[in-house]
């Protein structure tokens, strides 16, 4: 613990943190009246089951059932540390809570070991081992089934274990599948935890404070803020206490109250000129500009229709033309392509004609030599060179 929790407020331990002591932790009615029933069928063993919501009290639930049954004579209580083990693994495990020297890679033997060393421990004390498996919906099918066979005796007669299964909702919602039907049907005592009322939040916070050493470390208004703010969680309203804390520490002041509580989760004031866009602007105007342009389709999608309708009410002017469609038919832009082609061919060959030289022109034109006479053309030699 930060040694000026101590100087400050006079704590004898962070309050607000998971690792509190036992006796720190509030006992409801419901979780001391399932204790004390699991206290007195621990002789005849089977399966127990603590389910809730995260931060409705599971694990101070768990904490509370495994410190009452270690206090009880002659009990083990074993606790699972990795629930997504393979069956090998699991039995691994298993011999090293309770003791026992496996073998690798033989399952039967290490079968035979637990069943024996449960037996012998039964019959000298008379009372059942404890196995606790927190987060038990992680847990495989297998490994589910093979503790059902491995806890049972004597045609499913006898219990040579029990076993206190904890989890969300996920695991009651397992344990009714065809698969785990058989292991859910034996469950003997079952805890559904909800989320805590307004009085429990409240009275959880007492107890810690008064533990700890300082009941007047918050104003009675900063409690009721907390648990009215804290919609039945105690994660939350753990969490909440606890940065109120550190802040009180980083500024010395004397009491938590609901000032400290307004400067810590106050909402910020947004200011009222112009801003420039954000991401959360952006992917809210995207949807925006998305409806935009499904809107523009569908006005273009209605205009044409109305054109096709206009156009649909004319009388056709070509043979072959679909008026219900607004549009020529294939047959007739076939045929309409092959005249196009047609009319650019015979244009093609007629301008053609009109440029090509004509022979019998070229034929009766003659060169200027043979039109000029000899003497002509050497009087106009001389002539040039004179």
């Known amino acids: 613990m930060n040694p000026k929790l101590q100087s400050l407020y006079g704590l004898k331990f962070h309050p607000f943190r998971p690792d509190v002591p036992i006796e720190a932790l509030h006992v409801t009615p419901q979780v001391d009246s399932f204790i004390r029933r699991v206290e007195i069928s621990i002789a005849d063993g089977g399966f127990v089951m603590i389910t809730g919501d995260p931060g409705t009290g599971k694990s101070v639930a768990l904490r509370l059932l495994s410190e009452r049954l270690r206090q009880l004579p002659d009990v083990i209580v074993g606790t699972v540390e990795h629930p997504q083990s393979r069956t090998m693994d699991f039995y691994r495990e298993l011999a090293d809570v309770f003791g026992v020297p496996l073998a690798g890679h033989n399952r039967w033997a290490g079968f035979k070991a637990l069943r024996q060393r449960w037996g012998e421990h039964i019959a000298s004390t008379l009372a059942r081992p404890v196995l606790i498996i927190d987060e038990a919906q992680e847990a495989l099918t297998t490994v589910f089934n093979e503790l059902r066979i491995l806890a049972s005796k004597d045609l499913d007669s006898r219990q040579l274990l029990c076993v206190v299964f904890a989890g969300d909702a996920r695991l009651p919602d397992r344990l009714r599948t065809p698969e785990l039907l058989p292991l859910g049907s034996r469950v003997r005592r079952r805890l559904m935890l909800e989320y805590a009322s307004r009085d429990e939040l409240l009275a959880s916070l007492d107890h810690l404070l008064h533990t700890a050493g300082n009941p007047s470390l918050m104003t009675t208004e900063l409690k009721s803020t907390l648990a009215d703010h804290a919609a039945g969680n105690y994660h939350v309203l753990m969490n909440m206490a606890d940065e109120l804390l550190a802040v009180a520490v980083d500024r010395e002041l004397p009491k938590l109250d609901e000032k400290l509580y307004l400067d810590v989760f106050a909402q910020p004031v947004r200011p009222s000129g112009p801003r420039s866009p954000t991401k959360s602007d952006e992917a ?53 392509a092959r005249k196009r082609a047609a009319t650019h061919t015979t244009r093609h060959h007629s301008l053609h004609a009109r440029c090509a030289p004509d022979p019998a022109r070229a034929a009766r034109r003659r060169p200027l030599s043979a039109v000029l006479t000899w003497p002509a053309s050497a009087g106009l030699r001389e002539a040039r060179h004179a």
Do not use: I, V
Not at 299 to 316: T, V
């Open 284 to 336: 809210t105007d995207r949807p925006r500009a998305a409806g935009a342009a499904r809107t523009r389709t569908r006005a273009r999608s209605a205009r044409r229709r109305r054109r096709d309708a206009r156009f649909a009410a004319r009388p056709a002017r070509h043979a072959g033309r679909t008026l219900a469609a607004g549009r020529p038919s294939l047959a007739a832009r076939r045929k309409s």
